[in-house]
T-cell receptor, first 112, second 110 residues
């Protein structure tokens, strides 16, 4: 069974731009969560989607948004990028919401 | 706010040595997970513990969940260079899905 895939793997943007990251969960998994990982703050929860609905949201500004499609694939969007948004963005999927989550390789975003 | 503190933050040891990493919180978690992450990759799940006092072994790795389900430890016996990586504990699931610990960066020297 294929693992969680994330595209693109690397991205360079400039301040003020927006970016969209994609996550394809493991086949049969319906829950997708997004995390931001930085050296200073560690791994922090962004939001979780299940059945195309956002179920939980972490303490991030409204510039961070996401959605989930009927095939469980998910996208996250960051608008008006700031230097501090440079991070590894990780997607994790699980079959159901309370079950073990499996991480993708992440998208490394660099904001210049 | 739920927090998970890991200690030590950094650990550099020689191949063959034993080590223990700790994960502590003032909050109770329904389950606790341990992950290993290599540079530029996502965390890989090592184990999930759900019962207070539970001990799980994975080859040379021994995981323990505290009786009160607030803390956990990871013990590695006879560390090998392949054990090098960032070790993360995570408690949950809860409102913020999983709360991740601050991480322990382990380097095992050959």
């Amino acid at each position: 069974k294929a693992g969680v895939t994330q595209t693109p793997r690397y991205l360079i943007k400039t301040r003020g731009q927006q970016v969209t990251l994609s996550c394809s969960p493991i086949s049969g998994h319906r829950s997708v969560s997004w995390y931001q990982q930085t050296p200073g703050q560690g791994l922090q929860f962004l939001f979780e989607y299940f059945s195309e609905t956002q179920r939980n949201k972490g303490n991030f500004p409204g510039r961070f948004s996401g959605r989930q499609f009927s095939n469980s694939r998910s996208e996250m969007n960051v608008s008006t990028l700031e230097l501090g948004d440079s991070a590894l963005y990780l997607c994790a999927s699980s079959r159901l919401r309370q079950e073990t989550q499996y991480f993708g390789p992440g998208t490394r975003l660099l904001v210049l | 706010t739920q927090l998970l503190e890991q200690s030590p933050q950094f650990l550099s040891i020689q191949e063959g040595e034993n080590l223990t990493v700790y994960c502590n919180s003032s909050s109770v978690f329904s389950s606790l997970q341990w992950y290993r992450q290599e540079p530029g990759e996502g965390p890989v799940l090592l184990v999930t513990v759900v019962t207070g006092g539970e001990v799980k072994k994975l080859k040379r790795l021994t995981f323990q969940f505290g009786d009160a389900r607030k803390d956990s430890s990871l013990h590695i016996t006879a560390a090998q260079p392949g054990d090098t990586g960032l070790y993360l504990c995570a408690g949950g699931p809860g409102t913020y899905k999983y709360i991740f610990g601050t991480g322990t960066r382990l380097k095992v020297l050959a």
